[in-house]
Each structure stands twice: as structure tokens, then as C-alpha cells.
């Protein structure tokens, strides 16, 4: 079962534009995780937010957490052909004595040069 | 820079055959998951390892699909046998440290079944 729902499912901007990725989910979490993927490639982790914070940088990316409506955007500026990637985001949910780790369908961004 | 190593890369196989996919995870990771990835879909974890115990299998389909790590350091997932709808991304990922931080993906198994 898959916990993230990401909005838009597709996303095709001009490079230079910003892209931004929301992402719903339904229960209480510890964090939330950004990952991306290349086509026919393994997912990299782009940034983690925890549950007792509202916003987060890193470069270029802009994550905000608003835990009373169960969701979370990501931020692009400034976007690069490079960028283009489908964007997963992933819920860190406390399971019994584990921690599980939940990834949602995912956003398929195109950014055209 | 450590990686997660993934063999094979591509897997084409006829149905009902077996076929197995191998993990080794980044140095002093103990913790391991193998997750599927259908195409256009986010992945979905069939089985989470601690060190050589398995954590969370609940969606593995453990009628066909079995998952060892008998040293706890790499990991074999088995399918056996094959069927059409196991067409798939099949990817490794691992962790260090907090039981709540990132994790560390291979480039994954691609598994096509004819």
C-alpha cells in the first residue's frame, strides 16, 4: 500500500521556470523524504524533513512540512534539463517497534531546454 | 564514493521459470530492503532486513518470492517460479545509523517475464 499521494502526476515546464511537487499522505509520521530517479534508474534521496519542522533548503530545493494537513511540497527553482526525473516522496511511519519507510507514485517532471 | 551494488542489471526470463536478483548493501549497513517498482509506479517494499533477521515481509508474496541475508551483509531475492505480472523494477536499498534516515538505493534489477 502506498501511504504518499504526489500532485501533479506530470509536470512539463521551460528551464529557468520553478517546479513544485505537493504531496498528501494519511497518518502520523516522523519525517518525510524527497527522493528522485532517472529513467530506468535507483532513486536518490534529496532531502529529509522531520515532523517538528515547517521548512527546509538545500540548494535549489525548497521542502515545506504542514503536519496539520497531512502534506508537503517540494520547490525546484530556477529548473534545469538535468532536472527532469519523477520526483517520489516518502513517508517515515512508526510500525509497531519499526520505523517503515513508504514512497508514493510519484511526480514525472519534464523540463524542456 | 560507497554504492549499493545490484546484479543483474536486465533479466528477461520465460514464465514459471525461477530467477534470482542479488544485493550487497554499503559497508556496515544493517539494515536492507528489497523494494518493486511496476513501471510508473512508486516502489513498494516486498521485505525489510535487520542485520540477518527479517523485520517486515507482510507484501512479500511468499508463495513464489523468497529473500535471504544469511550474514547479514549481502542478499539474495529468489522468484520461483515466474509469472507475467512480476515484470518489474526490483531495487535494493540500504541504511546506516538512525532506523529513520535515508536510504541508499542500487540502479536495481530490471525483471522482464515472457
Known amino acids: 500500500s502506498q501511504q504518499g499521494e504526489e500532485d501533479p502526476q506530470a509536470l512539463s515546464i521551460q528551464e529557468g521556470e520553478n517546479a513544485t511537487m505537493n504531496c498528501s499522505y494519511k497518518?502520523?509520521?516522523?519525517?518525510l523524504q524527497w527522493y528522485r530517479q532517472n529513467s530506468g534508474r535507483g532513486l536518490v534521496h534529496l532531502i529529509l524533513i522531520r515532523s517538528n519542522e515547517r521548512e527546509k533548503h538545500s540548494g535549489r530545493l525548497r521542502v515545506t512540512l504542514d503536519t496539520s494537513k497531512k502534506s508537503s511540497s517540494l520547490l525546484i527553482t530556477a529548473s534545469r534539463a538535468a532536472d527532469t526525473a519523477s520526483y517520489f516522496c516518502?513517508?517515515?511511519?512508526?510500525?509497531?517497534?519499526?520505523?517503515?519507510?513508504?514512497f508514493g507514485k510519484g511526480t514525472l517532471l519534464t523540463v524542456n531546454p | 564514493e560507497a554504492e549499493v551494488a545490484q546484479s543483474p542489471r536486465y533479466k528477461i526470463t520465460e514464465k514459471s521459470q525461477a530467477v534470482a536478483f542479488w544485493c550487497d548493501p554499503i559497508?556496515?549497513?544493517?539494515?536492507l530492503y528489497w523494494y518493486r517498482q511496476i513501471l510508473g509506479q512508486g516502489p513498494e517494499l516486498l521485505v525489510q532486513?535487520?542485520?540477518?533477521?527479517?523485520?517486515?515481509d507482510s507484501q512479500l508474496p511468499k508463495d513464489r518470492f523468497s529473500a535471504e541475508r544469511l550474514k547479514g551483509v549481502d542478499s539474495t531475492l529468489k522468484i520461483q517460479p515466474a509469472e507475467l505480472g512480476d515484470s518489474a523494477m526490483y531495487l535494493c536499498a540500504s541504511r546506516g545509523g538512525l532506523n529513520t534516515g535515508e536510504l541508499f538505493f542500487g540502479e536495481g534489477s530490471r525483471l522482464t517475464v515472457l
Open positions: 532486513f535487520q542485520d540477518e533477521s527479517v523485520v517486515d
Open positions: 516518502a513517508t517515515v511511519a512508526r510500525e509497531g517497534s519499526n520505523y517503515k519507510l513508504t
Open positions: 497518518t502520523s509520521i516522523n519525517n
Open positions: 559497508s556496515g549497513h544493517a539494515t
